[in-house]
């Protein structure tokens, strides 16, 4: 009866789906549900949401698309959930700016702009695209309060954002109180077997499994990856933050742009976006783990393995080949000027001033403009903090793609 | 083009809809909206919610229904609204039993005995009775998110109930939040101009003005009545706490029960059930307001007003005619034994050991049955407290219909 118990490739296919994972709740039902799958012929249902307001995809969506990829590959279904019935109705409201309301072909164009992308990380033809109208659209009032009877408010409190919110007496319309029960109502709709997301959907998707236990289902497994921190090395990956590389960004750009992160995000980046693939870089990726190994020629890796990813072998040849003869040709010690600035009475400089002094701006204005614009950059990163001050040592500094100095403060 | 701001009738009806209100909000806007249906010749539409999972009327349901025959004689529409709606699905979480769903059949007759109970204080016949599935069962989920987004969390919180069982960590489910909303909506079905209801309702009626605002009618006036007390003297009258007179109860039970109140709730009585009637008794009141005059002749009056309003003036004239011959008679004190009882070391006695030595219980635990029972009374009044002392003084005591006593302690 429980023979599936001593099957080892329930054992492998569950490694793979908790490898990379931060959290994966219900994993002993799933055993048993994916044992009975497996008796059945089918694969599970495997459910990621994908917000139809925002379609282009970053480095970070690549993250959970990865982890939807691995388990396309062991046979599973992979249903895209476009949540369009919010986001067409968006804040009713009108209060908040952040959620405009999105007409229907303003989602069906971004549904399949997002499906186009997804394509390069997942098995896009063989997923199940899902628009969450289907079911909310035939949902009458008593539904919706049956729907809401099933959460208490106290715990719609707890999530981080309504609680911090709350806590600091900004206004919470009660329908975006509403919006979880909608998304973990198309969990029962989809019958899913596995909600994926990153970590920051955990209530999310916990509260799915609730709501398909209210509605008789068994609830589904939970995984969770890490949130993909941006090109500065400090905030999750976000396009309105300015961290993000778009994976449809050109080849030369995206290869540039691995290259000036820094050596620690490197290999971070490495973990969370290898997916399962380029198992050939995985004992260099060890060695730099413990403090040796080459982190420029594993950057290049990293860099040409993305370009590939999203754009082709071709495409990541001649990224690598621009990156070595313009941007790296162009940092050449020989080619740059050194430059020696006094450090200020406090041992250091501003930023600001420092531009100015190197000629790189002829005002702290226009200065300050070419750090917002993300036009400078030290060392190789960008810099975006205008207030930034340099202290005693030696800088190569860039602004804009034709002026350098290796500048020396003290 | 201001001509009505001279109107005098305007001002006799804003004061007659203001008399006995604890709060009468939009007061000022009412009297434009008075004076266009004036000059319309049509009467304002006056809302008042009723419950129909409890159709047993009470004294405490008339104070409201009062106010609401008193628009009704100023030539506006009254409107009874049946929430039938929330009713047949009550708690769908099965959490609370307090509110059980009620079947479609259920809430039809329920309203069915409520009309004609409100039918002794209003004019029925003229009356608008109306149910609220016949829009909320036409809503879609769409417009229960668009409903939901014009108001916030924080503020339901601060409603009375909510704010008492968050602040205590008792469960309050997401759909208990969508009821105000509801009955708020109602208020733009109906397109009310006013709003009735207890003091214990101001939070939901306002909720009423702000979403008639939201959804562009301009907001009802609400008006305010004090909540009754109960023949306990203390509670706000409810049948669940055993303190309420039902109007249906049979004459004798009305008069006998308003005859065992205390002089002090007898005038809050008058104050808020003689709704502009019962005028011959205005200066009485008065006098007994500062402190001379005649309490218990008017105590009969009120006792028959009261019967005569819910059953006639033939029953009030029976009612009054039993109390005399058999309440009343039984307690001559001719025909009452004179008992003297040793004040205790504290200087005076429990209750129970009153009774028990009385000879009106065999012991302490039959003396508190007949309390629990309401079966003991103090000087006319009902006694429901065990723990009570008495101390040195003249009592008149009696237990069941049977036993009486003049009790001296001391």
């Known amino acids: 009866m429980r023979a599936e118990r001593q099957d080892p490739e329930l054992d492998r296919q569950l490694a793979v789906m908790r490898e990379g994972s931060v959290d994966f709740y219900g994993e002993a039902e799933l055993r048993e549900r994916l044992a009975a799958c497996r008796a059945q012929g089918r694969g599970l249902r495997v459910k990621l949401g994908m917000d139809p307001s925002a379609p282009d995809l970053h480095l970070g969506h690549t993250v959970v698309l990865g982890k939807l990829r691995q388990l396309q590959d062991l046979g599973h279904t992979a249903i895209l959930l476009v949540g369009d019935f919010t986001a067409r109705i968006g804040d009713p409201s009108g209060r908040r700016k952040t959620r405009p309301a999105l007409r229907v072909e303003e989602v069906r164009r971004n549904a399949a702009t997002y499906v186009d992308q997804a394509g390069l990380v997942i098995d896009a033809p063989r997923a199940e695209v899902r628009f969450n109208s289907e079911w909310m659209e035939r949902m009458t009032s008593d539904d919706v309060v049956r729907l809401c009877s099933h959460y208490t408010v106290a715990r719609l409190l707890e999530r981080d954002d309504f609680a911090k919110r709350y806590a600091a007496g900004e206004p919470i319309s009660v329908h975006e109180f509403l919006y979880p029960f909608v998304q973990a109502y198309d969990s029962v709709a989809l019958r899913a077997d596995v909600e994926l997301g990153g970590t920051d959907q955990t209530f999310n998707l916990l509260m799915g499994r609730e709501i398909q236990r209210a ?196």
């Open 215 to 410: 509605y008789g289902q068994a609830p589904q497994a939970v995984i969770t990856v890490p949130l993909l921190v941006g090109t500065d090395g400090r905030e999750k990956m976000s396009k309105s933050l300015g961290n993000a590389i778009g994976i449809t960004e050109p080849p030369e750009e995206i290869y540039g742009r691995v290259m000036s992160i820094s050596d620690a995000l490197m290999l971070g980046w490495y973990d969370l976006l290898a997916a399962g693939e380029w198992a050939d870089l995985r004992s260099e990726r060890e060695r730099l783990g413990s403090g040796s190994g080459e982190p420029l020629r594993f950057k290049q890796a990293l860099a040409r393995r993305l370009v590939e990813r999203f754009h082709g072998t071709e495409a990541a040849e001649r990224a690598e080949a621009h990156f070595h003869r313009v941007v790296r040709g162009r940092e050449a010690p020989d080619e740059i000027p050194e430059r020696r600035l006094a450090a200020g009475a406090s041992g250091d400089r501003g930023l600001l001033e420092v531009l100015v002094e190197l000629g790189f701006a002829a005002s702290h204005g226009e200065a300050r403009r070419l750090v917002v614009q993300r036009a400078v950059a030290i060392d190789d990163a960008v810099v975006d903090d205008a207030a930034l001050r340099l202290g005693r040592g030696v800088y190569r500094i860039r602004a804009g793609k034709r002026r350098f100095a290796r500048a020396e403060i003290g």
